[in-house]
């Protein structure tokens, strides 16, 4: 289920609305009801390699290993 931002041509308005399906896009504004608000990307995305910021110094595998595990119980 993708998370996706919408904007109202008419008022500028920038909004996000999950989507079960693509029959379930917005038919309008929520603010000015305005019809046919643009799609405009996603509103949220999950992207593995930003998880890499909180691996530590000593290994290559993000917390896994038994020195990081005992490091993180200190």
């Known amino acids: ?5 919408y904007r109202c041509a008419q008022c500028g308005k920038e909004f ?5 399906n693509t029959g379930n896009a917005p038919k309008q504004c929520p603010v000015c009801s305005a019809p046919s608000p ?3 990307g996603e509103a ?3 992207d593995a390699t930003s998880l890499n910021r909180y ?3 000593s290994c290559d595998s ?3 290993e038994a ?3 005992a ?3 200190s």
């Open 1 to 5: 289920m993708p998370i996706l931002k």
């Open 16 to 20: 996000a609305k999950i989507l079960v």
């Open 38 to 40: 643009v799609e405009i």
């Open 44 to 46: 949220f995305t999950y």
């Open 55 to 57: 691996a530590c110094d």
């Open 62 to 64: 993000c917390g896994v």
């Open 67 to 69: 020195s990081c595990q």
């Open 71 to 73: 490091a993180r119980s």
